[in-house]
């Protein structure tokens, strides 16, 4: 049980509710707090490369349906939320959040939340210069398996490629992008 994994692990404690300290509720320990937090750092500065603007071009290949193309632009990246996430800036300046290290699973996290839906991630973070984040995504209303794979080629340029688990449970390439800082 959740509540049980929690105590056990001493990642929760009983203490004072911050609205009623007479009362005795749950709380986060805080050298726990203080544990995750710095190992949440440590892991987000490995993304710290990233911040900035870059131009990137998408290459997506023929299907039966269509021809091969390619498409190209421009997209920032920043820190935000207190340096916890990696968010994609818009061009009137919003932010929107798409990556982050959770502490407790020891995980990356990949967020879509504009036009797809997804939470993919990366259990086994980064290995040298690649991070492969996979699961459940919603394409623009059609469901899959999902796997990015991201290369870091220098701290100017890197690019992901993007694969959909098939019938067969093999990959089937969906798309790259390539990034160069502007």
């Known amino acids: 049980m959740l509540i049980e994994q929690l105590f056990s692990q001493g990642i929760m404690t009983m203490g004072p509710s911050r609205f009623d300290p007479q009362r005795q509720v749950g709380?986060?320990?805080q050298d726990m707090i203080r544990r995750l937090s710095a190992a949440r750092t440590v892991e987000m500065d490995k993304f710290r490369w990233i911040a900035g603007e870059?131009?990137?071009e998408n290459l997506v290949p023929?299907?039966?349906?269509?021809?091969a193309y390619s498409d190209a632009g421009n997209q920032r990246f920043a820190f935000c939320e207190a340096d916890n996430w990696v968010c994609g800036v818009s061009p009137n300046g919003?932010?929107?959040r798409q990556i982050t290290f959770d502490p407790f699973s020891k995980q990356w996290i990949y967020v879509l939340t504009r036009g797809?839906?997804?939470?993919?991630r990366s259990r086994e973070g980064w290995a040298g210069d690649q991070i492969v984040f996979s699961g459940?995504?919603?394409m623009i209303g059609i469901d899959c398996e999902w796997r990015m794979t991201w290369d870091k080629k220098s701290d100017d340029e890197f690019g992901f490629v993007n694969e959909e688990q098939v019938a067969d449970g093999s990959w089937a390439y969906i798309d790259e992008w390539r990034f160069r800082r502007r």
């Open 27 to 29: 709380v986060f320990s």
């Open 116 to 120: 797809s839906y997804g939470i993919l």
């Open 136 to 138: 459940l995504m919603t």
């Open 62 to 67: 023929a299907t039966r349906l269509s021809p």
């Open 54 to 56: 870059w131009c990137y």
């Open 94 to 96: 919003s932010q929107v």
